[in-house]
């Protein structure tokens, strides 16, 4: 299968939606199944990972309702609130879904130390018993920490998102190289090749601006552990759908068809365990 492995859904609400202000004015607008399923169509993109936008359960319940209504959502990244000590119960209460696959918190804007603290060490170490993933949203400054995070849980499924926002438009690239190649040793540590647009300068990118961060990750991580994911609707910020994976196909283009095949949908299907 072609999958998108990162993507989102919401019903625009300005008070909910605080994050979404007048700079990102594109977003403010509602981003559903049937608007995203011309681009999947267009790109013979046969199904979606929905990942959480808000720090709510009530979404989490909200896109797995929306994963039974539409075939092509194969698996929903929720969110679970790890300060509640009834946390377990929350984790048996969605994994009676079949399409819930894991977990995500917008770690980005946390305080440094957030992920080390005893209430979210004990969240993710509940996860493996419910094989569930774990997403990672961090910026490129957050990855030693969570390099700690990972030594902690080397059997738990992680998945580093938006190969962990390195400053494109400014060209930083040699700390947050040299970080993301010690994050790539531990086998359970996968990324995703998403959300790259919004760190290029949004209005004057070109496609050469990507191309020495796509060169790190794949000689670190290699194709087995790449997954592609558009990070529509927030991709158009700075791109449409087509550019979101045009750019990704043609860096490999000259791969193997069987790596190619892998990191356009085969590695979701395995790290995320989806069903066709």
Not at 20 to 45: C, G, R, S
Not at 120 to 132: D, E, K, M, V
Not at 134 to 154: N, R, V
Not at 210 to 239: E, N, Q
Request: charged content about 25%; overall charge neutral; proline content about 4%.
């Amino acid at each position: 299968m072609r999958i998108d492995a990162h993507q989102h859904f919401w019903e625009y609400n300005p008070i909910r939606d605080i994050w979404i202000d007048d700079t990102l004015a594109v977003l403010q607008n509602n981003f559903l199944p049937e608007n995203l399923i011309p681009h999947l169509k267009e790109n013979n993109i046969d199904g979606c990972i929905s990942v959480q936008a808000d720090q709510s359960e009530k979404e989490t319940a909200y896109l797995l309702q929306l994963a039974q209504k539409h075939h092509f959502i194969k698996g929903v990244i929720g969110w679970i609130n790890f300060q509640n000590t009834d946390v377990e119960k929350s984790l048996i209460h969605f994994k009676k879904y079949k399409k819930f696959k894991g977990v995500r918190h917008i770690l980005q804007e946390q305080v440094t130390g957030y992920m080390l603290q005893n209430s979210f060490l004990n969240g993710i170490s509940l996860l493996q018993q419910f094989n569930l993933t774990y997403d990672i949203l961090i910026y490129h400054f957050q990855l030693k920490e969570t390099i700690q995070l990972i030594k902690k849980f080397p059997e738990q499924p992680f998945i580093i998102n938006h190969i962990a926002k390195p400053n494109i438009k400014d060209k930083f690239i040699d700390i947050w190289k040299a970080d993301i190649s010690e994050l790539a040793k531990y086998d359970n540590v996968n990324c995703k090749i998403s959300g790259m647009y919004t760190e290029a300068d949004r209005k004057n990118w070109k496609k050469e601006d990507f191309t020495p961060y796509f060169d790190v990750i794949f000689d670190v991580f290699k194709p087995d552990r790449l997954l592609f994911g558009s990070d529509w609707p927030v991709c158009l910020l700075a791109s449409n759908y087509n550019q979101a994976i045009n750019i990704v196909e043609d860096y490999i283009k000259f791969l193997p068809y069987q790596e190619q095949a892998a990191i356009m949908g085969n590695n979701a299907v395995k790290i995320y365990n989806l069903s066709k």
